[in-house]
């Protein structure tokens, strides 16, 4: 089982052979392992401020509830018990990992920030339907819109994963990833290896 959890730090870049890459830094300090149970481990990260009984229950071999979790299929490797910390090391460089994260919120958008829709056309008596998505529906029969349609509204905050993405370096307690990943700075970054 190598995974682990991390928090997205931000972006910079490294030289090999003249060469300049970017990369993704994700500090990967206090996680740890919260639970064990047959065929599975569960990751935690970080702690709760305002946990409920039940919750304090479910952790007490560990101490604190942690504010993230995340389980993982898999056997616990020889030397971890619940409460052992994972570092960067879980990893070496050259290894290919999936990086799965939340996407950035980019609010209410419409059909052409969305979907790529061309928009109207912007002379010829047009006056203010630019970005307007058109015709949506198909007449009498079905007299409804599909579900589904490409349409305004919710754009981001998406689950996004990434597969073949490269651990250019680790440094202490920071990975080191190859390009860009899913999410604004600070937010929560599950990472796994490749099979």
């Known amino acids: 089982m190598k ?15 003249d060469r300049a ?9 206090n996680c740890r392992v919260a639970n064990v149970k047959k065929g599975t481990v569960e990751l935690g990260l970080g702690s709760k ?16 509830v942690p504010m993230h979790r995340w389980v993982v299929k898999g056997e616990l490797p020889e030397g971890l018990k619940i409460g052992s910390e994972l570092v ?15 996407s950035k919120g980019k609010g209410f958008a419409g059909v052409v920030k969305r979907h790529g829709f061309k928009g109207g056309p ?35 905050t998406d689950i996004v994963t990434i597969r073949n993405k490269r651990i250019v370096g680790i440094k202490d307690n920071l990975l080191l990833i190859n390009g860009p990943i899913p ?13």
Do not use: C, W
Not at 3 to 17: C, N, S, V
Not at 21 to 29: A, E, G, M, S, W
Not at 88 to 102: K, P
């Open 183 to 195: 999410g604004s700075n600070g937010d929560l970054v599950k990472i796994y290896l490749q099979k």
């Open 21 to 29: 890459i970017p990369v993704t830094v994700v500090d990967v300090t």
């Open 88 to 102: 960067g090391e879980t990893f070496n460089e050259g290894d290919l990992v999936v990086v799965s994260g939340r």
């Open 49 to 64: 401020k305002k946990p409920t009984k039940a919750q304090i229950g479910q952790y007490k071999e560990l101490g604190f």
């Open 122 to 156: 912007k002379t010829h008596g047009q006056s203010d339907k630019h970005r307007a998505p058109g015709s949506i529906g198909a007449g009498t029969d079905p007299g409804r819109v599909f579900k589904g349609k490409k349409m305004a509204g919710h754009m981001g």
């Open 3 to 17: 995974a682990i959890l991390g928090t997205k730090k931000g972006m910079t870049r490294i030289f090999e052979q």
